[in-house]
Structure formats: structure tokens, C-alpha cells
């Protein structure tokens, strides 16, 4: 039917022609949730969790509120109770202190580092939940790139990959249910599916941040480890937010290599993408709610302009809508505790 007829069959009262009324359908609640087509599950969040060093701790993300950076036996008692509240998933990033950084990230393999003694602490304490290792250098350098670094400042790819390998291995021999290369190396995924193999850590699967643009969404992030690079930026190995075609590139490569999970970060400025590579793939699509679009809900909030929880909802939902099965989001908590006393909405 044309734009034209639609027109004169609501305008026209004396037009025996039938009336679309899509109307009918929301007319209530009940009618409204049983045709509705994206649904939002807290088995479809991921928790990403900061862990520092130290004792008896939680520190406020001033960029993130609402976010911690906790010591160990903190963080793992908020662990049981997130999964009492029904998260069963978390990411862990590390808080490095200045004095284990060098210029290669060697603390990232340490058998007794940070997250290596986090990950043991939490599959003991709380077995169930999953554990997600990111799997990037840049919490462990002292230049805060993701990569080694030559004299001339350019980021050096399969070098690179040989610490990406070790501290992988670690993190699976630590008992880390998925790892999760975040740094965009060229071939990493492929080595990584290989040395994990060959230890025998056959089941341990890769979650591979496959899209990922150099995006000024990081910012609080970078905040929250101390991580920003302390020369130049990201762009020679995340990708330019102009690009969609090299998405699918990127994602082609790492499931040939042997990605479990593919990933497009960020994404709300990237629902586009997010659809794209679901038409492409069978396999599950996850899709990173980053720092940044954390912090203009929270800020926003907080001055009273919008409303929180509605639009925290709103926001998920359409990152499932566009395509997404798994979210990486820092509002996980709050949709739980939100989802818990859903009268409230
Ligand atoms: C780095 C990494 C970053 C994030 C996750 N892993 C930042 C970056 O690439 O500089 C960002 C997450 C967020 O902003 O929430 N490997």
C-alpha cells in the first residue's frame, strides 16, 4: 500500500477501506508485554568489576558514580551478593600499582598477580559465578598503551602477542572461565585459541573484543585504572568510528581464529554495528555499555534531567534490540536491584 493510500484511508471517514489500528495492541500492560519483542534478562549482563590492592576497601570512581574500585575480600563479598541478586557474570580489570608497571607489562603474567590471586579467590569463594579476564596490556604498562612500544612510539604487534599469550595462559591456569582480548593486536585471538589449547585449557573460551573503536567513550575507565596513554592515542590499532565494513572485517578474522563470543564496543554510539555483525554471525553477539555512556546517564540523573531507571532500561533494551545477546554494562547492579522491586517503575 502507498504512503498515499494510508493517508486518505485515515482521512477519509467515508472510506469503507479497512483502518490499520496498530493502537490495539498497547492498549494494556499485559496486551504491551505479550508483544513485546526484546526483553531484557539479567542472564544477559556482565558485571565489569574493579580490583585494587590493599585491605578492607571501596573507592568511589569520582567519574562512574556508583562504581568501586574494591580490595579483594571486599569485592568478593559484593560478588555472592550480586549473585544472590541473580548476576552470575563478572569482568575483571586490575588496578596495577605504579610500582609493578614496566614497559612490556610482565606483572600481567605473574602466577601471583592481581587478577591471577582475584580469579582463585573468587571460584573458591563464590564457584558459580563466571569470571571474564581481560586480556590487554594496558593496566600493566608504564606508557598505558595496550601494546609494546617501540623507540620511535609505534605500537608493535606480534611482540605484542607473545605477552598477550603468557598472560592468557595465566589467567587460565588462575581458573578464568573466559578470557577477553581487548587490545585489537592483529592475529591474537588465533595465538591465544593455540596456547590455550596446547596447556590444556581446551574448554577456556575467548570472548573477543572483535570491533573496537578508538572512542573518547573511555575516558572514566581510564580514569578508574589509571590507565590513559601518556602519549598519543589509541587510533594505529582500535578502529575509526567513520568505519562499518572494517567491522565485519575484524569480526571475520577473529571468528576464524577461534572466537567463542564476538564483541562491539562501544555501544550506543554504535547500534549500527552491533546490527551488522548479528546479521553476519551465528555466534553470540556482545556489545560493551561503556564508561562514558555510564556517566552521562549517571550525571544526568544526578542534576535531576532525566530519569534514571527509565532510561537505564531504555538504553539496554535497545542494545538487545539492535542485536545484542550479552551486555557488558556497569548499571548491571542497579538492574538487578531495579528488576528485584520492579513496582517501583
Ligand atoms: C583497554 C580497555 C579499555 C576499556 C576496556 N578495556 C579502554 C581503552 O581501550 O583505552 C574501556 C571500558 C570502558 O570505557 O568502560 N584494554
Not at 590492592?53 to 556508583?66: A, T
Not at 575483571?92 to 612490556?104: A, G, R, S
Not at 552491533?274 to 540523573?301: C, D, F, H
Request: hydrophobic share 45%; glycine share 6%; charged share 25%.
Amino acid at each position: 500500500m502507498s504512503s498515499e493510500n494510508l493517508t486518505e484511508n485515515h482521512t477519509d471517514k467515508s472510506a469503507t477501506t479497512l483502518i490499520h489500528r496498530p493502537r490495539r495492541l498497547r492498549c494494556s500492560a499485559t496486551l504491551r508485554r505479550m508483544v513485546q519483542e526484546t526483553t531484557l534478562s539479567l542472564d544477559d549482563l556482565i558485571y565489569p568489576m574493579f580490583v585494587m590492592e590493599g585491605e578492607g576497601q571501596k573507592v568511589e570512581i569520582s567519574s562512574m558514580p556508583g562504581c568501586y574500585r574494591y580490595t579483594m575480600e571486599v569485592l568478593l563479598q559484593e560478588i555472592a551478593f550480586l549473585y544472590q541478586l541473580g548476576i552470575g557474570a563478572v569482568a575483571l580489570f586490575p588496578v596495577i600499582l605504579e610500582t609493578k608497571k614496566d614497559d612490556t607489562g610482565s606483572e600481567s603474567y605473574n602466577p601471583e598477580g592481581l587478577v591471577q590471586r582475584t580469579v582463585k579467590a573468587i571460584k573458591q569463594a563464590v564457584p558459580e559465578v563466571l569470571v571474564i579476564t581481560d586480556t590487554a596490556l594496558d593496566p600493566f604498562t608504564t606508557h598505558g598503551h595496550d601494546g609494546i612500544v617501540d623507540e620511535n612510539g609505534v605500537i608493535l604487534n606480534d611482540p605484542t602477542i607473545e605477552v598477550l599469550v603468557k598472560m592468557a595462559v595465566s589467567q587460565a591456569a588462575a581458573g578464568s572461565d573466559m578470557v577477553a582480548p581487548s587490545d585489537m593486536m592483529d592475529g591474537r585471538v588465533g595465538a591465544i585459541r593455540r596456547a590455550l589449547d596446547a596447556s590444556g585449557y581446551i574448554d577456556v573460551r575467548i570472548l573477543a573484543y572483535s570491533a573496537k573503536y578508538a572512542s573518547a567513550y573511555y575516558g572514566p575507565f581510564r580514569d578508574a585504572l589509571d590507565s590513559a596513554p601518556k602519549f598519543g592515542d589509541k587510533k594505529t590499532y582500535q578502529m575509526d568510528a567513520a568505519n562499518s565494513r572494517e567491522a565485519i572485517k575484524e569480526v571475520a578474522l577473529d571468528i576464524a581464529e577461534g572466537a567463542d563470543i564476538v564483541m562491539v564496543k562501544p555501544a550506543l554510539a554504535y547500534l549500527d554495528i552491533i546490527r551488522q555483525v548479528k546479521n553476519y554471525t551465528n555466534l553470540p553477539v556482545a556489545a560493551y555499555n561503556v564508561s562514558g555512556e555510564y556517566a552521562m546517564i549517571k550525571a544526568a540523573a544526578q542534576n535531576g534531567w532525566i530519569d534514571e531507571k527509565k532510561v537505564i532500561l531504555e538504553t539496554l533494551t535497545s542494545i538487545k534490540r539492535a542485536g545484542a545477546d550479552l551486555i557488558l554494562t556497569y548499571f548491571a547492579k542497579e538492574v538487578a536491584l531495579i528488576l528485584a522491586n520492579s513496582d517501583l517503575l
